[in-house]
C-alpha cells in the first residue's frame, strides 16, 4: 500500500510564493515518477509537473519558469516551488506517483491566491 501526503498549501497574495511537499511512503519501487496536478472549481484535473526518479521534468506551459519540481530520492519526497503566483493558479494540488503503470494520489492541499 501506498500513502501520499500532501503539505504546504494556503492562502498568499498575487505575486507571491509557495511550496508544497508530498512525501510517500509504502511499498514504492526506486524507480517512478512523482509529480502535480490541479483542480479548480469546476474544471478537470490537470497536469502542473512531474518529475521521473532521474530527475527528467516536464512541466504544463502555463508554469513554466513559474513553478519549480523537484525530489529527495532518499526521503520519497517531491516539492514544487511556486512563485509568481496568480489568481487563477487557486486549486487543490494533487501529489501523484506513478509506479509499475499504476497511478496513486494524495488527499490534495488548497492553494487560494487572492488579495
Known amino acids: 500500500q501506498v500513502q501520499l501526503v500532501e503539505s504546504g498549501g494556503g492562502l498568499v497574495q498575487p505575486g507571491g510564493s509557495l511550496r508544497l511537499s508530498c512525501a510517500a511512503s509504502g511499498s514504492i519501487f526506486s524507480i517512478n515518477t512523482m509529480g502535480w496536478y490541479r483542480q479548480a472549481p469546476g474544471k478537470q484535473r490537470e497536469l502542473v509537473a512531474t518529475i521521473t526518479s532521474f530527475g527528467r521534468t516536464n512541466y504544463a506551459d502555463s508554469e513554466k519558469g513559474r513553478f519549480t519540481i523537484s525530489r529527495d530520492n532518499a526521503k520519497n519526497t517531491v516539492y514544487l516551488q511556486m512563485n509568481s503566483l496568480k489568481p487563477e493558479d487557486t486549486a487543490v494540488y494533487y501529489c501523484?506517483?506513478?509506479?509499475?503503470?499504476?497511478?496513486?494520489w494524495g488527499q490534495g492541499t488548497q492553494v487560494t491566491v487572492s488579495s
Open positions: 501523484n506517483l506513478v509506479v509499475s503503470s499504476y497511478a496513486y
